[in-house]
């Protein structure tokens, strides 16, 4: 019955695709109707979706998850305040004498702030907001306008504190703990840091390869003049960029938990904002119903990934994925291979998106 977790696993996919409806929606919507289909024909028994409401309880209890509201808090901030578009503007200033300084610079934004937004979702608003114009008064067409606002708002997964990082490192340890368990082998167990560690060099590459082709694509644009800008708005941009990158080297270099540069960097966005006086009752209200609805969203994610995941594995789908990279074992470069495209299928399923 393995066949039809792959079908199910297909049939999300499509659905995301062509519906257009919430991923948690369409996740809960799959693996309910393939979990009654299930036990119709006696696949598996309906005892085993008892362990749903513990499986949701230990998700729910998770240390990281504490760092998702403060997450989600920091990018209503920057979706109220104007720390994005300065820094912007820093950045146009840092690479005025390139065509492609506008472009350039929003994927620096992107490198600071995705990582400190919690998601690719609430990434990409705070940069459609506040970099998006920016961009289009530069002479920037759409097309490419939009290119490098995806590309800037996906480098937080791949750059530390990323929750995504942080949750793989996570599962990964605890995988290896039950393996060596099992095969009561001796050996250092992979833990989350060495994961963060890992993730940092193809983040650089990534973001390298992003700022290249770039200003490869700049290169025959004339450089337009840049407003001037007050000295104030260019230290407040140098110093809201220092704290954030010893932020984000901290959690890199283990010094820091991610909840504690999540909790560091919303209590000194708060205390910016409330010394600037820049966001009146009404900016409050809308960055509070802002943070409640995306760590909402998250954790609804979260929680219908985690009912998918057990309907997969009831139809033994485990079972299959396992055989078949066991199969591959003899030729490492196949099973690499094998192992980095299901996970490119897995993100279909996984992204926070609309």
Do not use: K
């Given at each position: ?7 199910m696993?297909?049939v999300?996919i ?6 257009r ?19 119709a ?5 309906g ?13 729910l ?6 760092a998702?509201p403060?997450?989600?808090?920091i ?13 912007h503007r820093?950045?146009?200033?840092l ?10 610079s ?6 600071l ?8 979702g ?12 920016a961009?289009a ?20 997964v791949?750059?530390?504190?990323s ?7 996570d599962?990964?340890?605890?995988a ?6 099992i095969?009561?082998?001796?050996t250092r167990v992979?833990n ?10 193809p ?11 770039a200003a490869?694509r700049?290169?025959?644009r004339?450089?337009?003049p840049?407003p001037?800008?007050r000295?104030g ?11 954030i ?10 010094r ?25 009752a ?8 802002d ?14 990934a985690?009912?998918?995941s ?5 139809f033994?789908?485990?079972v ?7 199969a591959?074992?003899?030729r490492?470069a196949?099973l ?7 996970l490119i299928?897995?993100s ?7």
């Open positions: 019955m393995s066949g039809l977790g792959v079908a696993f297909l999300a499509v659905a995301i695709v062509v519906t409806l919430p991923v948690y929606a369409v996740l809960l919507g799959t693996g309910a109707a393939f979990a009654a289909l299930g036990v024909i006696g696949a598996f028994p005892s085993i979706l008892g362990a749903l409401p513990d499986r949701i309880v230990g998700l209890e998770h240390v990281l998850l504490q998702l403060l997450y989600a808090f990018g209503a901030l920057f979706n109220r305040l104007p720390l994005a578009t300065e820094l820093a950045g146009e200033r690479f005025g004498r390139s065509g492609a300084a506008a472009s350039l929003a994927l620096g934004v992107g490198a702030l995705a990582p400190m937004n919690g998601s690719v609430a990434s990409l608003n705070m940069l459609s907001r506040r970099v998006a114009p961009l008064a530069r002479g920037v067409g759409r097309a490419e306008t939009t290119a490098t606002l995806c590309v800037a708002s996906t480098l937080g791949v750059i530390p504190p929750l995504v990082l942080l949750q793989l490192g599962a990964m340890m605890r290896h703990t039950q393996a060596l368990n095969t009561q082998a001796t992979v989350t840091q060495d994961v963060v560690r890992a993730g940092i060099v983040g650089v590459m990534v973001l390298g390869a992003a700022l290249a082709i490869w700049g290169r025959g004339v450089p337009m840049l001037a800008a000295r708005a260019l230290l407040e941009a140098l110093a809201v960029a220092l704290v990158a010893a932020l984000l080297g901290g959690v890199a270099i283990g820091l938990y991610a909840v504690e540069a999540a909790a560091t960097g919303a209590l000194a966005l708060l205390g910016w904002a409330l010394l600037s006086r820049r966001l009146d009404n900016a409050w209200r809308a960055v509070l119903g943070a409640m609805t995306l760590t909402g969203l998250l954790i609804a994610l979260l929680v219908a985690t009912g998918f057990l309907v997969l594995r009831a033994a789908t485990d299959l994925v396992t055989d078949a990279l066991a591959l074992g003899r490492p196949l690499l291979g094998a192992v980095l495209l299901g299928v897995c279909f399923v996984l992204t926070p998106s609309r």
